[in-house]
């Protein structure tokens, strides 16, 4: 049996990777196998010494693909049960309110929640949508001829389609495990604004996706959600000193109902980051098909992202 270089204690690691319960479950089971004769799986003295950076979390740092250059069977089926699950949900605003002088209702906006769900299933996930209370309004806006056109509109108004299915039969947040999520995706539509911020059940989902390092992502107003979204690794914002986008107060005042979204009493996405301590970035033009990647966080501008943004959420997602 050939011997074992000398690994790293557990408490060379850096503390945000230590707390995770990924990275302890790995060093049990690394532990184990190097007991019970398995060294060339450990990977330990086998590869290059691991730099300590190079640790950004368990499920990167100890995918077999990326540190081991020897493995078992066993190991392979150990790394696919720690991996996160090919599965995803998207998060859905149960809110609804009047807007346009009081003319038009806002919840929410289909082709948010229907661009990734369409992305997320040919990419082979399994997709959920849920929100709060198990119910939601259709936005108004996102329902006329310019956001909902095409195939979008055919399986919009096919109540068999399976889009509609999972969306008209949702659950609420609150009756969903975490665990078996390995993407979080928050769609929106204005009324987020109102719900967002105190959805304790799509924020303790987002926080387990993220600690289990898988990805979490939103779309327009789907940045509200993170107001009280903590890392639980920092015990910190999940978004702070992170870049993100989502729709622009400049969009707000050119819809002209900047007034009437001040009357709620809710923070906008880009006075959000501010508070939190993210970066906000957006691009030229208000309607731009524009998203922002920063590690496993991923963010799109407004409805037109909501695809794109998808696709990095994929992107990102296979090479954990």
Known sequence: MPKLASRPEPQQHPPELRNSSAYMLHWSIASALEITGFPQCVGYGQTKPHRHNSFTHPTRTFKPKRVYQHRSPVISVLFAIMS???????A???AQATLFQGKETTGLFISEALHPFKVLRVAGFEVDLASETGSYTPDWLSQQPDFLNGNDLTVWNDANSE???????MPKAADLEGSRYGVF??????AALIDYPTASGLQKIAEQVWTNGGIVASVCHGPA???NVIDPGTKEPLIKGKT???FTSEAETTMGI????RSWNKELVEDLAARLGATYKRSEGIWDDYHVVDGRLITGQNPASAASTAKAVVEAFNAL
């Not at 900047?258 to 979204?261: D, G, H, I, Q």
């Open 84 to 90: 996160p699950p090919r599965r995803a949900l998207i």
């Open 244 to 246: 993100l986008t989502g």
């Open 163 to 169: 889009f509609r299915q999972k969306l008209d039969n």
């Open 258 to 261: 900047m007034e009437e979204l």
């Open 225 to 227: 959600i993170f107001a």
């Open 185 to 190: 995706y928050a769609s929106a539509g204005h």
């Open 92 to 94: 859905v605003t149960s």
